[in-house]
């Protein structure tokens, strides 16, 4: 469940802002495939995809933290790279806090971790 935000997700941006082509040369590459029956239409692609998630080093117990995804690509026309696509998904991380009172069964108390080289 995605969180209310003052921002409007997804984020979608058209035009380039340095020469005003509106195509992307990864997007253009998809849409030709898709035209061909290659590939299924409704993805989304780009020469980059960047992974955020927003969290707190300080409260790694906190569980779900709200994660960016933005799409880079490459204008066909002045190839400058932009983002064209931001979405956000609020993702339920892994981390359980053992309880610091109760030893947990199986696990050995007082060993470190191993980190040792080979
Ligand atoms: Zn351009």
Same mark, same amino acid.
């Given at each position: 469940?995605?969180?209310?935000?003052?921002?409007?997700?997804?984020? @979608?941006?058209?035009?380039?802002? &340095?020469?005003?082509?509106?195509?992307?040369?990864?997007?253009?590459?998809?849409?030709?495939?898709?035209?061909?029956?290659?590939?299924?239409?409704?993805?989304?692609? /780009?020469?980059?995809? /960047?992974?955020?998630?927003?969290? @707190?080093?300080?409260?790694?117990?906190?569980?779900?933290?709200?994660?960016?995804?933005? &799409?880079? !690509?490459?204008?066909?026309?002045?190839?400058? /790279?932009?983002?064209?696509?931001?979405?956000?998904? !609020?993702?339920?991380?892994?981390?359980?806090?053992?309880?610091?009172?109760?030893?947990?069964?199986?696990?050995?108390?007082?060993?470190?971790?191993?980190?040792?080289?080979?």
């Amino acid at each position: 469940m995605v969180e209310k935000s003052q921002l409007e997700f997804p984020m @979608d941006w058209g035009k380039c802002p &340095y020469c005003g082509e509106e195509r992307c040369v990864a997007e253009t590459v998809r849409l030709e495939e898709e035209a061909k029956g290659k590939i299924n239409p409704g993805s989304k692609s /780009a020469m980059v995809q /960047a992974l955020v998630a927003i969290t @707190d080093v300080l409260a790694p117990h906190i569980r779900t933290v709200p994660t960016l995804i933005g &799409y880079i !690509d490459a204008c066909v026309k002045c190839g400058a /790279a932009r983002f064209i696509h931001i979405d956000r998904r !609020d993702t339920l991380m892994g981390v359980e806090m053992p309880n610091p009172t109760q030893p947990q069964p199986g696990v050995p108390q007082g060993v470190p971790p191993f980190f040792g080289k080979g």
